[in-house]
């Protein structure tokens, strides 16, 4: 079979092709290297600032945030539109929260909850916060019970009445003002401006069925509602945008993490321990008539509760309680644990699977999340869309400072709010002094206090 000559010109080529193949091999070669290197600097380094984030956000965070998903009844029971945006920018719960959730793993070892089925005491843990509030009961009645201390374990109108802001007071005795005509006023000293509050509690009948009546504010002891699950869902509202950025870019499974955190607070909610609610005797005991209640510890104030201890009593002991059920407090312990190595086998998967672009995302990710409950921590997150805070809000905003709590067991409160502000502590006792001593002589006692606030909170608004 006959071959084409292979002309000299073609053969040149050739050889010179070889020769550049030969000369380019090495720069080809070390562009490779540079290539892989730099990538492996940036994998290193995005190791090294994750590492940095998951110290910072660890030490930053918070054991409240775990205390809202055991109990979304009552931390996710006010969903406005300003309690909606507060929770998708400061409340995921994607970043580092191992530190946080040993901590409320440690507190229920400790409390013994471990131990077995109705073991330990919820007191004092995630499940049921210990309020650290002490009360003494003050009973003008004669033949009753006499003054005792004792300690306040929920303390939930305290921490209502607490959230509230500092009303804008006329002048007390020995004060003059502006207004009365003097050009040189004279004050008090003014240490620290507190408040004097007054909480009536007494058993609703049908009354809060009539239209025009004082608003109700709905319990936190029932099943959890749609609203609660929706606010839930809104405050992982940004893993829920970065996930569907990391599935349509990178097509990767990794996506699943961002998505996690949303997935562990919904089967949390869904398995939350169910709570002890409000009851009202049949009957009326002999020593159930009205006492007065002096809650001490207090950081920003004073408050009196006047009612029967039937029913203060119950918001002092045992009102949302955990009802003990081995099964549902094995799962939120479980889910705690989630929480806590979500970050490490986010780290993990980051540094050895992911691709760079997407490592990238998720050290971005966890800068926002650390940020995120920096604002949590600094703001006081914790009050925001609770019950406390549209308990606070509600009192507020009426007129008559009077509203319904109602509990899903068809017991209905009514609760009325007095207050004053003083400038300092000691003349705040002197109040509180004043108006215990007005009770005893068989008067209401409540003169000074009826009318003061709500007006003057309205116009310092």
């Not at 290539?35 to 600032?49: E, F, H, P, V």
């Not at 809060?208 to 099943?223: A, C, K």
């Amino acid at each position: 079979m006959a071959t084409n000559p292979v002309s000299p010109l073609s053969r040149l080529q050739q050889i010179l092709a070889v020769c550049l193949a030969f000369c380019a091999a090495p720069s080809v070669a070390q562009d490779s290297d540079n290539n892989s290197n730099n990538s492996n600097n940036s994998q290193n380094a995005n190791a090294a600032l994750s590492t940095i984030v998951g110290y910072l956000g660890a030490e930053v965070a918070t054991e409240e945030l775990f205390e809202r998903l055991l109990w979304p009844q009552r931390f996710h029971n006010s969903m406005t539109v300003s309690n909606l945006f507060k929770e998708a920018i400061a409340m995921p719960m994607g970043g580092p929260l191992h530190k946080a959730a040993l901590g409320v793993m440690d507190k229920m070892l400790e409390k013994g909850i471990f131990r077995g089925r109705e073991c330990g005491n919820m007191l004092g843990t995630g499940f049921f916060r210990d309020s650290g509030l002490s009360y003494t009961i003050h009973d003008f009645g004669g033949g009753g019970r006499g003054s005792e201390r004792k300690d306040v374990r929920n303390g939930f109108w305290a921490r209502a009445i607490d959230q509230m802001p500092l009303m804008t007071m006329p002048a007390r005795d020995g004060e003059s003002s502006p207004e009365d005509g003097n050009p040189t006023p004279t004050r008090k000293q003014v240490r620290a401006r507190k408040a004097v509050s007054l909480l009536t509690l007494e058993y609703e009948g049908d009354r809060q069925r009539e239209v025009g009546g004082p608003p109700i504010v709905r319990y936190d002891t029932g099943p959890v509602s749609l609203s609660t699950f929706f606010q839930l869902a809104v405050s992982e509202s940004t893993g829920i945008a970065v996930a569907i950025v990391a599935r349509v870019v990178w097509k990767s499974p990794f996506f699943i993490l961002w998505l996690m955190p949303l997935w562990l607070k919904i089967v949390m909610a869904a398995w939350t321990v169910p709570r002890e609610c409000l009851t009202r005797p049949s009957t009326v005991n002999a020593g159930d008539r009205s006492l007065i209640f002096e809650v001490h510890g207090l950081e920003h104030g004073f408050l009196l509760v006047d009612g029967d201890s039937s029913l203060v009593l119950q918001f002092f002991r045992h009102y949302g309680h955990p009802v003990r059920s081995r099964a549902r407090e094995l799962m939120c312990m479980g889910l705690i644990i989630g929480f806590g190595v979500l970050f490490p086998l986010g780290l993990l998967c980051s540094i050895m699977w992911m691709p760079l672009g997407m490592q990238y995302l998720w050290l971005g990710y966890q800068f926002y999340a650390t940020f995120a409950m920096h604002m949590y921590r600094c703001l006081s997150g914790w009050e925001w869309a609770t019950t406390e805070e549209r308990v606070a809000k509600t009192f507020a905003n009426s007129k008559d400072g009077v509203l319904v709590f109602r509990c899903e067991s068809g017991v209905a409160v009514r609760a009325k709010l007095s207050r004053t502000c003083v400038n300092n502590v000691a003349e705040g006792r002197a109040v509180v002094g004043n108006l215990l001593q007005s009770r005893q002589r068989g008067g209401t006692g409540w003169g000074e206090l009826e009318g003061d606030s709500f007006a003057n909170e309205q116009k310092s608004e």
